[in-house]
């Protein structure tokens, strides 16, 4: 799975550069309505939930673990069906899907922080994402009757945190991948 992921460094970088692009609409039209934040969420959670079931079969064609990626995939996927296949979905409802998505995925980043810190000496930023997911969904749960500019303000923080701490691991992944001669594979030194 390491290699695969260090030499996919720019999916990071991308699933970054999304969530800070969505973050910042987020920011830049907080009296959006619920039906277009529905929409801008939706396409974000689907883009995401692509780009980690791209990895998967990456992952799986390489011979390595895959099944967090899957799972990560499906559960961004279905969140976002879900918010484009019903507009007029609640805010309340998103609040709690958005809470329990963030949570989940945020909880398998934990996990594959923990797997690749014992290939990249003193790797934070996927463990970092990770925590900042966990902690915006336990937000969202704690205090799910916020007010709507709140609620599309906190949205555009995590999006915005989020992207920054995959843009900084996929450039160390990119640095990693430069070291292994752009294979991902660790070079034997002769």
């Known amino acids: 799975m390491v290699d695969t992921v260090i030499r996919n460094w720019w999916a990071f970088i991308l699933r970054g550069a999304i ?5 910042i609409l987020a920011f830049v039209w907080p009296g959006i309505t619920i039906a ?31 099944f967090y990626l899957v799972v990560e995939g499906i559960l961004g996927i279905a969140a976002g069906i879900i918010s484009i296949v019903w507009p007029a979905i609640t ?20 996990m594959a922080a923990v797997r690749l810190r014992r290939e990249i000496d003193n790797e934070w930023a996927l463990g970092i994402a990770g925590v ?6 336990v937000v969202m749960l704690i205090w799910p009757g916020s007010a709507l500019l709140s609620f599309v303000w906190l949205i555009g923080l995590f999006a915005i945190l989020f992207g920054i701490s995959f843009i900084a691991i996929g450039w160390r992944l ?17």
């Open 174 to 190: 990119k640095g990693l991948n430069d070291l292994r001669g752009g294979s991902g594979r660790l070079t034997p030194v002769a």
């Open 36 to 66: 277009a934040l529905v929409f801008l969420y939706g396409f974000y959670a689907l883009l995401d939930g692509i780009f980690a079931i791209v990895s998967a079969i990456r992952a799986a064609g390489a011979g390595q673990r895959w």
């Open 19 to 23: 969530a800070i692009i969505f973050g």
């Open 132 to 137: 900042i997911s966990v902690v915006f969904g």
């Open 91 to 110: 805010a309340l409802v998103l609040v709690f899907i958005i809470a329990f998505w963030a949570i989940l995925t945020g909880a398998l980043e934990i």
